[in-house]
T-cell receptor, first 114, second 117 residues
Framework: AQTVTQSQPEMSVQEAETVTLSCTYDTSESDYYLFWYKQPPSRQMILVIRQEAYKQQNATENRFSVNFQKAAKSFSLKISDSQLGDAAMYFCAFRPPGNTPLVFGKGTRLSVIA | DAGVIQSPRHEVTEMGQEVTLRCKPISGHNSLFWYRQTMMRGLELLIYFNNNVPIDDSGMPEDRFSAKMPNASFSTLKIQPSEPRDSAVYFC???????????????FGDGTRLSIL
């Protein structure tokens, strides 16, 4: 069974600084998809960024980027120029090939300090 | 476009009562997922459907839980009888299925916060 581990239950960052959230996963699949979701206090689940395992290039979405290390099974999220609105729970998720559900990590609560 | 619509947004009821949570997926999405979120266990899959057919219900905690998808635009998750340990946020998500190689993400509803007293 696939598992996703987020080793940092809580993180904090100063406004305008950069923070990196860690995620590792375990799978025997060679092709799969990885996602980061943001959950603000409103409890919406908002897709932040996604990565296909067959792509070597790291995904980037504005201030959000990932460091995908397939051999190490690592998928970290970097938030640059942190803003107060970035404060939320961040979930790393894995999806095997096919039409399958997501496997989530336990989440990292990010605080942004003004 | 309308997103995934869940109702009710909040539900408070007494132990032993029947609870029905509802979900309308995004039009054209043929996969639907029910997740439960608790502080202790995080986000867990309960059940998912492809083309209205249940594929995997191994995450349904016990026989008190049941889910149906009578058509492509509606699904229900029912708990009968409800217990305090069922208190959680229940999310519905949908996704278009474009085949094995599809990277389409799941779109989540706003969730139902369920409190069983």
């Amino acid at each position: 069974a696939q598992t996703v581990t987020q080793s940092q239950p809580e993180m904090s960052v100063q406004e305008a600084e950069t923070v990196t959230l860690s995620c590792t996963y375990d799978t025997s699949e060679s092709d799969y998809y990885l996602f980061w979701y943001k959950q603000p206090p409103s409890r919406q689940m908002i897709l932040v960024i996604r990565q296909e395992a067959y792509k070597q290039q790291n995904a980037t979405e504005n201030r959000f980027s990932v460091n995908f290390q397939k051999a190490a099974k690592s998928f970290s999220l970097k938030i640059s120029d942190s803003q107060l609105g970035d404060a939320a729970m961040y979930f790393c998720a894995f999806r095997p090939p096919g039409n399958t559900p997501l496997v989530f990590g336990k989440g990292t609560r990010l605080s942004v300090i003004a | 476009d309308a997103g995934v619509i869940q109702s009710p947004r909040h539900e408070v009821t007494e132990m032993g009562q029947e609870v029905t949570l509802r979900c309308k997926p995004i039009s054209g999405h043929n996969s639907l997922f029910w997740y439960r979120q608790t502080m202790m266990r995080g986000l867990e899959l309960l059940i998912y459907f492809n083309n209205n057919v249940p594929i995997d219900d191994s995450g349904m905690p016990e026989d008190r839980f049941s889910a149906k998808m009578p058509n492509a635009s509606f699904s229900t998750l029912k708990i009968q009888p409800s217990e305090p340990r069922d208190s959680a946020v229940y999310f519905c998500a949908s996704r278009p299925w474009r085949g094995e190689g599809s990277n389409q993400p799941q779109h989540f509803g706003d969730g139902t916060r369920l409190s069983i007293l």
